[in-house]
């Protein structure tokens, strides 16, 4: 690994970690601010307030401490189930209104959510011990790593605009020299994505459980997550290595041209001009790392699933555009003089 | 064994030649000194020794063999303007030798920093130009290197720091170790180097030992009569290199010989004759000014 590279991604990190740490911060005094709504037992006292409601606290075998609500009047009863960090569950029986469906069932981080109506009456459970999907942290994650990945993204440019005597007097191989650079850059992207989920998984614990979803679509979620990055970090490489001399141009204008690109890829267009505007934004997007990220998509089954159901496909083309831009940026390098 | 041997280097930018078919050996234990006004293919040279650009003709060789990375464990450079990285640290440009370079010794170069009055601790941006020098120099003399190539390495430096800088290079040479420096202070290279070479428009114009080229270079000079003298028969010889005129003086520069061109002169009407030695500035200064055309110019005035 480059040590001159790797101080780059240090310094990088370290403003990174500071950023992560102040919104931290904030979420613990957003946390404290709510904790007053976030009670069990707040809710318990809030009800309990109303007239002809009777209340009963049990505290059960396994140390659950269970308070029951019960209203008559209202035809409404409550259970809460208190478990300390395993979490609350509530269940609520009350009378259907227009605003209750017939079953539903909503997953928000941790907390999961199931409505089931039975004649006049709705069941509501509430479950804060599920387990968060891990692609929620790396759709954060990978926002910031797209950042670092962004801001790291022209090491060759900086190399050549007037370190050129000190890379090239080394006893190793341009190439080799290269890849310790692009190694040190990668492993900084994948270690400010793993920043970011420490963030999120604090934040999380703030609010809810301790438990994290990695099965299923969310180790896909972890690749991408972990790829996508690395193959924009190497796109803007091969683009700053190749235009050196206006490399920051290049990186101020790399996210512009993305959505542009982007945007121009899926709006359809009736006019003949359009259609070819379309068509060339079509082509150029699939240059471009970030289209073959898919968030949800439906599944053979119809169903929405995260990472679409080519994600295989998707994955080994963010793999080859890695190694073609990191190629075509080492063609470059290799090329220079000072 | 520590040579380098540059034989027949070429480089041309846009169909302009910056060196033209250079031909130079730099022996063992020997102190090079590479001149040469602005532009004169110096610091290209020196990027092609290394590799740092293409050279389009010719060949460089380290004791036999072309230079490949693994030489630079051998080789050392001081390039002529700051490549140090201004956000870091100069504690973290050893470290960053010290990872490069095996027989980099951290302990030498912190005491060279010392020695030269720098901070290790400061971040590069916050050191002026001399003392940016003087990290690259430390820098470039603690990794025990056979071969040391330096582009103007007193640059910036105050007179006390460019001295050390000349012992540096003279306790290297040694050791057994090359090295060809340039610099635009003749008066550096004349107390340090044994041998040197003047590079003007990318040639080769004048190389050799420092003693031997002030020792066969002598001035005549005297004082032409009132009226003019002929200098028929002197200028034309091969051995006259220059004819200078100022009011009535004239030298006339020679390579052997000087008592003979006395005489000669003495002969032609002139007076005040004095044979005087060379500096190493005034070879250069006759080396690099336009000399045919003075010569011819100075022979005509002179003329009865």
Redesign the interface.
């Known amino acids: 690994m480059n040590?001159?590279e790797w101080?780059?991604v240090r310094?990088c990190l370290r403003t990174t970690a500071i950023v992560l740490v102040v919104f931290v911060a904030l979420a613990g005094i957003l946390r404290i601010s709510l904790s007053r709504y976030m009670s069990p037992q707040q809710w318990a006292q809030h009800i309990g307030a109303e007239p002809g409601t009777t209340k009963t606290q049990i505290t059960l075998p396994d140390g659950t401490k269970r308070t029951i609500l019960d209203n008559p009047n209202e035809r409404t009863h409550i259970v809460i189930d208190d478990r300390g960090r395993a979490g609350t569950h509530i269940t609520l029986t009350e009378p259907s209104s227009h605003e209750h469906k017939n079953a539903e069932n909503v997953q928000i981080g941790g907390i999961h959510v199931n409505e089931s109506r039975h004649g006049d009456l709705s069941t509501t459970t509430i479950d804060t011990h599920g387990a968060v999907p891990m692609l929620y942290f790396m759709a954060i994650a990978d926002v910031v790593a797209l950042i670092i990945a962004t801001m790291l993204a022209a090491p060759f440019a900086r190399e050549i605009d007037?370190?050129?005597?000190?890379a090239?007097?080394?006893?190793?191989?341009?190439v080799?020299y290269a890849l310790g650079v692009l190694a040190a850059d990668v492993a900084g992207i994948w270690v400010a994505c793993a920043l970011a989920v420490i963030a999120c998984y604090i934040c999380e614990l703030f609010f809810g459980t301790y438990r994290v979803d990695f099965s299923g679509i969310n180790s896909r979620a972890i690749l991408m997550g972990l790829v996508m990055p690395a193959a924009w970090y190497a796109l803007l490489c091969a683009a700053t290595t190749w235009f050196s001399r206006a490399y920051g141009a290049v990186l101020g204008f790399a996210w512009p041209v993305a959505i542009v690109v982007g945007v121009l890829a899926v709006v359809q267009a009736s006019t003949p001009l359009g259609l070819m505007v379309h068509d060339v934004g079509w082509v150029l997007s699939r240059l471009d790392p970030l289209t073959y990220v898919k968030f949800a998509g439906p599944d053979a089954n119809d169903a929405m699933a995260y990472m679409g159901a080519d994600f295989a496909r998707r994955f080994g083309i963010e793999i080859l555009l890695f190694v073609v831009y990191a190629g075509l940026a080492l063609v470059r390098w290799e090329r220079v003089?000072? | 064994m520590s040579t380098i041997t540059i034989s027949h280097l070429r480089k041309d930018y846009g169909g302009v030649a910056a060196v033209d078919d250079l031909t130079l050996e730099v022996p063992d234990s020997t102190v090079f000194g590479l001149l040469g006004p602005n532009g004169a293919g110096k610091t290209t040279t020196f990027k092609c020794m290394l590799g740092l650009a293409r050279a389009t003709a010719g060949d460089v060789r380290y004791d036999g063999q072309a230079l490949r990375p693994e030489s630079f464990e051998r080789i050392a450079y001081v390039p002529e303007r700051s490549t140090l990285y201004d956000n870091f640290t100069v504690n973290e440009h050893i470290e960053m030798t010290r990872r490069a370079f095996r027989a980099f010794e951290p302990a030498r170069a912190r005491t060279l920093l010392e020695q030269f009055g720098v901070d290790s601790r400061k971040r590069v941006r916050a050191l002026s130009k001399g003392m940016k020098t003087a990290v690259m120099v430390a820098l470039a003399f603690s990794r025990q290197a056979e071969m040391l190539v330096l582009d103007e390495p007193t640059g910036g430096l105050d007179p006390v720091n460019q001295r050390h800088v000349l012992s540096l290079m003279i306790s290297e040479a040694a050791k057994g170790h090359s090295i060809i420096f340039s610099s635009h202070q003749i008066g550096q290279v004349e107390r340090a180097a044994e041998r040197i070479a003047i590079l003007q428009h990318g040639r080769l114009i004048l190389e050799g030992l420092v003693d031997d080229l002030k020792a066969d270079r002598k001035i005549v000079e005297g004082i032409a009569p009132v009226g003019g003298f002929s200098l028929d028969g002197i200028t034309s010889d091969s051995r006259v290199a220059r004819c200078d005129r100022t009011e009535r003086v004239v030298r006339l520069l020679v390579i052997d010989g000087a008592p003979e061109f006395a005489q000669r002169l003495a002969q032609a009407g002139a007076t005040g004759i004095r044979v005087l030695d060379m500096n190493l500035e005034d070879i250069f200064l006759y080396a690099v000014s336009p000399a045919d055309a003075t010569t011819a110019v100075v022979a005509q005035e002179l003329a009865p």
């Open positions: 040590y001159i101080l780059r310094n007037g370190h050129l005597e000190i090239f007097t080394k006893p190793v191989s341009r080799r003089e000072a």
